[in-house]
T-cell receptor, first 111, second 112 residues
Framework: DAGVTQSPTHLIKTRGQQVTLRCSPK?????VSWYQQALGQGPQFIFQ???????QRGNFPDRFSGHQFPNYSSELNVNALLLGDSALYLC??????????FGSGTRLTVV | GNSVTQMEGPVTLSEEAFLTINCTYT??????LFWYVQYPGEGLQLLLK?????DKGSNKGFEATYRKETTSFHLEKGSVQVSDSAVYFC???????????FGRGTSLIVHP
């Protein structure tokens, strides 16, 4: 049983560009959450998707947007990249409140 | 608001030493508490959890007891191994919320 799958694993982008990160949840999970983890910090909540709708959002600007597809997979889009967006982006899936399963993350570097 | 405070790292120990990583929380209500572990280059893995006061979560030799009176959930292990080297995150989840709040993480380095 595959866990949470994220792609790509690493990515380098230039300031001002746009990026799309992808996540496939664990089989049977219907909720996907995205987190940003800066170096040496804990994960910061970006938003959560359930039933293809954004259910809750953290304190991130509108440059961060997302989508959930009917098969529960999800995308995170970031526009107008800044150097400060460099981080590990984690996707976590869950079913109701039965605990999160995290993917290995996408390491984004903005130069 | 809700928050989790962990002890600063890194915590450096020799193999077979006793481990304690402190975690305290502030919450409006009675949260569930979690410890996650992150190995280098990987995502977070749930290590253990406790859902009510005086519950003890345990897994792989690690233990943590939910102490409501001290709002704490300290992680302990009697004898650490080199393979335990990782970053440990304490987190809380309030009933009715879907989003856990994480601490900043504590790095553990175990030397042979």
């Amino acid at each position: 049983d595959a866990g949470v799958t994220q792609s790509p694993t690493h990515l380098i982008k230039t300031r001002g560009q746009q990026v799309t990160l992808r996540c496939s949840p664990k089989s049977g999970h219907d909720t996907v959450s995205w987190y940003q983890q800066a170096l040496g910090q804990g994960p910061q909540f970006i938003f959560q998707y359930y039933e293809e709708e954004e259910r809750q959002r953290g304190n991130f600007p509108d440059r961060f947007s997302g989508h959930q597809f009917p098969n529960y997979s999800s995308e995170l889009n970031v526009n107008a990249l800044l150097l400060g967006d460099s981080a590990l982006y984690l996707c976590a899936s869950s079913l109701v409140d039965n605990g999160y399963t995290f993917g290995s993350g996408t390491r984004l570097t903005v130069v | 608001g809700n928050s989790v405070t962990q002890m600063e790292g890194p915590v450096t120990l020799s193999e077979e030493a006793f481990l304690t990583i402190n975690c305290t929380y502030t919450a409006t209500g009675y949260p569930s508490l979690f410890w996650y572990v992150q190995y280098p280059g990987e995502g977070l893995q749930l290590l253990l959890k406790a859902t009510k006061a005086d519950d003890k979560g345990s897994n792989k030799g690690f233990e943590a007891t939910y102490r409501k009176e001290t709002t704490s959930f300290h992680l302990e292990k009697g004898s650490v191994q080199v393979s335990d080297s990782a970053v440990y995150f304490c987190a809380l989840l309030l009933g009715g919320s879907y989003i856990p709040t994480f601490g900043r993480g504590t790095s553990l380095i175990v030397h042979p």
